[in-house]
Nanobody, 124 residues
């Protein structure tokens, strides 16, 4: 069982930055691939970024590539999402997720555990 708690969301102006954190419980955090998803009002939850268990492999949605960076600290059981050059279309609730894998996981159905989400609002 893995419990995930996101933090770091908030209100920021377009062009600004935010760093989201996701703290995980459990001793097996390092054996999980981690991902970030987001859901805007009226839209489906979409993939943002994923990172492998050892932090070596990452993969991003085209919409955030070059602006967002996913990273993890297995010693702190935490995964991060650094978001730079934010746009109004990045406004959404951001969720972290954990899935048992030695690689990266790009699809929602591959993840077993989800956090409660943190709101990110980007104003123009």
């Amino acid at each position: 069982q893995v419990q995930l708690v996101e933090s770091g969301g908030g209100l920021v102006q377009a062009g600004g930055s935010l760093r989201l954190s996701c703290a995980a419980s459990g001793r097996t955090f390092s054996s999980y691939a981690m991902g970030w998803f987001r859901q805007a009002p009226g839209k489906e939850r979409e993939f943002v970024a994923t990172i492998s268990w050892n932090g070596i492999n990452t993969y991003y949605a085209d919409s955030v590539k070059g602006r967002f960076t996913i990273s993890r600290d297995n010693g702190k059981n935490t995964v991060y999402l650094q978001m730079n050059s934010l746009k109004t279309e990045d406004t959404a609730v951001y969720y972290c997720a954990a899935g048992k894998s030695w690689g990266v996981l790009k699809h929602r159905f591959e993840y077993e555990y989800w956090g409660q989400g943190t709101q990110v609002t980007v104003s123009s």
